[in-house]
C-alpha cells in the first residue's frame, strides 16, 4: 500500500473517520509512511461566490440538532448559479489536494482520506440537481485522481445514519446524497461496504476491498 491512495467515501454517520484513522493507524504500526486527510467543502474562491449566494437566497443558514448551523444550498434554482457552482467546487478541491495529496504522495506517503472527490461530486449534483457526470468540471476531478487508488464507498441506511449524527442538516439530504452514492458506486464501479454490522465485521470487509485492490 506504500504511495498510494485510499479514499473513504459515503454518506454522514456510516464511519468514515472512524475507519480511516484506524486505517492511518495500522498502516503507520506497520511501518508504512501515512497521512490522514479530512475533506469537507473546501473554502478558497468560493467565499465570495457563498457570500452572494446568501444575500439573494441560493443560500442559507440552518440550525442543526446539536445547536451548531450548516449552510443548506439551491443552487439548482438558477442554471448560471449551479453552472459556476460545479466549476468553483473543484477548483477548490484540486487546490486543497495539491498539498494534502499530491504532495505526500510525491514523497511516498500512503494517504488516507476521510472524503474525496467521490464526496464532492455528490454534493455537487446534490446541490444543482445535476444528475450526471457528463460535465466538464466533473470529469476534471475525476481525471485528476491519481492511478494508485482505492475508492471505497460506505453505506448505511439514511434513517441510521441520521440517528448516528445530529450535525445532519435532515433525514432527506441524507436519502437524497445515499441515493447519488450508490448510483456512482454502479457508474464507476466503487465496491460498497455496508456499515450496519459490528466495527469487526466491517474492518475484515474493508480489509478485503484492499487485499484485492492489490492483486489487480
Given at each position: 500500500?506504500?504511495?498510494?491512495?485510499?479514499?473513504?467515501?459515503?454518506?454522514?454517520?456510516?464511519?468514515?473517520?472512524?475507519?480511516?484513522?484506524?486505517?492511518v493507524?495500522?498502516?503507520?504500526y506497520?511501518?508504512i509512511?501515512c497521512?490522514?486527510?479530512?475533506?469537507?467543502?473546501?473554502?478558497?474562491?468560493?467565499?465570495?461566490f457563498l457570500?452572494?449566494?446568501?444575500?439573494?437566497?441560493?443560500?442559507k443558514s440552518?440550525k442543526?440538532?446539536?445547536?451548531?448551523?450548516?449552510?443548506?444550498?439551491h443552487?439548482?434554482?438558477?442554471?448560471?448559479i449551479?453552472?459556476?457552482?460545479l466549476?468553483?467546487?473543484?477548483l477548490?478541491?484540486?487546490?486543497?489536494s495539491?498539498?494534502?495529496?499530491?504532495?505526500?504522495l510525491?514523497?511516498?506517503?500512503?494517504?488516507?482520506?476521510?472524503?474525496y472527490v467521490?464526496?464532492?461530486l455528490?454534493?455537487?449534483?446534490?446541490d444543482?440537481?445535476?444528475?450526471?457526470?457528463?460535465?466538464?468540471?466533473?470529469?476534471?476531478l475525476?481525471?485528476?485522481?491519481?492511478?494508485?487508488?482505492?475508492n471505497?464507498?460506505?453505506?448505511?441506511?439514511?434513517?441510521?445514519a441520521?440517528?448516528?449524527?445530529?450535525?445532519t442538516?435532515?433525514?432527506?439530504?441524507?436519502?437524497?446524497?445515499?441515493?447519488?452514492?450508490l448510483?456512482?458506486?454502479q457508474?464507476?464501479?466503487?465496491?460498497?461496504?455496508?456499515?450496519?454490522?459490528?466495527?469487526?465485521?466491517?474492518?475484515?470487509?474493508?480489509?478485503d476491498?484492499?487485499?484485492?485492490?492489490?492483486?489487480?
Amino acid at each position: 500500500m506504500k504511495g498510494k491512495l485510499i479514499c473513504v467515501s459515503g454518506i454522514d454517520g456510516t464511519g468514515k473517520t472512524t475507519l480511516a484513522k484506524k486505517l492511518v493507524g495500522e498502516f503507520s504500526y506497520s511501518g508504512i509512511k501515512c497521512k490522514y486527510a479530512w475533506f469537507r467543502r473546501a473554502r478558497f474562491i468560493s467565499l465570495p461566490f457563498l457570500a452572494f449566494c446568501y444575500l439573494t437566497g441560493y443560500a442559507k443558514s440552518i440550525k442543526l440538532q446539536n445547536g451548531t448551523r450548516a449552510g443548506e444550498y439551491h443552487f439548482y434554482k438558477n442554471k448560471l448559479i449551479a453552472r459556476l457552482w460545479l466549476w468553483i467546487s473543484a477548483l477548490d478541491i484540486l487546490f486543497l489536494s495539491l498539498w494534502r495529496v499530491f504532495i505526500p504522495l510525491k514523497r511516498g506517503y500512503t494517504v488516507v482520506t476521510d472524503r474525496y472527490v467521490i464526496d464532492a461530486l455528490v454534493d455537487m449534483m446534490c446541490d444543482t440537481k445535476m444528475n450526471s457526470l457528463n460535465n466538464f468540471p466533473c470529469k476534471l476531478l475525476l481525471r485528476f485522481l491519481p492511478e494508485k487508488i482505492v475508492n471505497i464507498i460506505l453505506d448505511v441506511n439514511e434513517e441510521i445514519a441520521f440517528q448516528r449524527k445530529n450535525d445532519t442538516l435532515s433525514l432527506e439530504y441524507l436519502k437524497q446524497r445515499r441515493k447519488v452514492y450508490l448510483k456512482l458506486s454502479q457508474e464507476l464501479k466503487i465496491p460498497v461496504i455496508n456499515t450496519e454490522g459490528s466495527l469487526d465485521d466491517v474492518w475484515s470487509s474493508l480489509q478485503d476491498v484492499l487485499l484485492r485492490s492489490k492483486d489487480a
